[in-house]
């Protein structure tokens, strides 16, 4: 079973950035961010391929979030740009280590994170 331990939520201002990082106790294939705002069910955010070369993000979040990773730590971030207060959740990574093929719903993923809180200010 691999661990997931997530880093970097907090407090901004909207239009602000923030950079989460999620750090995995052994080898991954793809790797995901997903996120549950107050009161609603978790949601797709973004996705990345093992090599890094295919990147899947949902249309909210499309030219202003950034996903990329660095297999030689195991370590996936998510870059946060232009933040809005819609955008406030707590934020879970997600790793598949049974299949390398990408996945963008939750029923995929094997092993998650505890989550960070994200809190964008109007």
């Known amino acids: 079973q691999v661990q997931l331990v997530e880093s970097g939520g907090g407090l901004v201002q909207a239009g602000g950035s923030l950079r989460l990082s999620c750090a995995a106790s052994?080898?991954?294939?793809?790797m995901g961010w997903f996120r549950q705002p107050p009161g609603k069910e978790r949601e797709f955010v973004a996705a990345i391929s093992w090599s890094g070369g295919s990147t899947y993000y949902a249309d909210s979040v499309k030219g202003r979030f950034t996903i990329s990773r660095d297999n030689a730590k195991n370590t996936q971030f998510l870059q946060m740009n232009s933040l809005k207060p819609e955008d406030t959740a707590v934020y879970y990574c997600?790793?598949?280590?049974?299949?390398?093929?990408?996945?963008?719903?939750?029923?995929?993923?094997?092993?998650w994170g505890q989550g960070t809180q994200v809190t964008v200010s109007s």
């Open positions: 052994g080898r991954t294939f793809s």
């Open positions: 997600a790793t598949r280590w049974k299949s390398r093929l990408v996945a963008t719903t939750l029923e995929e993923y094997d092993s």
